[in-house]
């Protein structure tokens, strides 16, 4: 009863004798069939992890650069973090543009703060004036 369901040539179901020139057999074996699917699929597979490193690598190169170079000016990881939140509230490509110039840096930090509820924007101002201190010595 099952050996007919195990041989590898046939589908079950499947009458392949109607193909002209088939003599009742499949052209095709299935174990063939299998192997291409299956080296289909591994290779999109690879494919789109391919892809997907791709742009992960170029979307983080930035922002390693970022973390390395906030934290040899001396940023503490909360300060890092607010720069980081603020550049990306501001749609820039990298926080980076944050920590080379005080006029980018205001004008960013004040769009950023008017989102902020009352309760938090004199604690927010302060923690600013701390990141300036540090970045222009100001």
Same mark, same amino acid.
């Given at each position: 009863?099952?050996? @007919?369901? !195990? +041989?590898?040539? *046939?589908?079950?179901?499947?009458?392949?004798?109607?193909? @002209?020139?088939?003599?009742?057999?499949?052209?095709?074996?299935?174990?063939?069939?299998?192997?291409?699917?299956?080296?289909?699929?591994?290779?999109?597979?690879?494919?789109?992890?391919? &892809?997907?490193?791709?742009?992960?690598?170029?979307?983080?190169?930035?922002? *390693? &650069?970022?973390?390395?170079?906030?934290? %040899?000016?001396? #940023?503490?990881?909360? %300060? *890092?973090?607010?720069?980081?939140?603020?550049?990306?509230?501001? +749609? !820039?490509?990298?926080?980076?543009? #944050?920590?080379?110039?005080?006029?980018?840096?205001?004008?960013?930090?004040?769009?950023?703060?008017?989102? !902020?509820?009352?309760?938090? &924007?004199?604690?927010?101002?302060? *923690?600013?004036?701390?990141?300036?201190?540090?970045?222009?010595?100001?």
């Amino acid at each position: 009863m099952i050996g @007919p369901l !195990l +041989q590898a040539d *046939r589908v079950y179901g499947w009458d392949p004798s109607w193909w @002209p020139g088939s003599n009742g057999r499949s052209s095709i074996s299935l174990t063939l069939l299998f192997y291409f699917v299956g080296a289909l699929a591994v290779f999109l597979a690879g494919r789109m992890a391919w &892809i997907y490193w791709k742009r992960f690598y170029k979307w983080s190169e930035p922002l *390693r &650069i970022y973390w390395r170079l906030a934290a %040899q000016m001396g #940023l503490a990881g909360d %300060q *890092r973090i607010l720069l980081w939140r603020i550049a990306r509230a501001g +749609q !820039l490509p990298s926080p980076l543009a #944050l920590m080379f110039s005080a006029g980018t840096l205001d004008e960013h930090a004040r769009a950023f703060g008017r989102k !902020l509820p009352a309760s938090a &924007i004199a604690k927010f101002e302060k *923690r600013i004036d701390a990141i300036e201190a540090r970045l222009f010595n100001a």
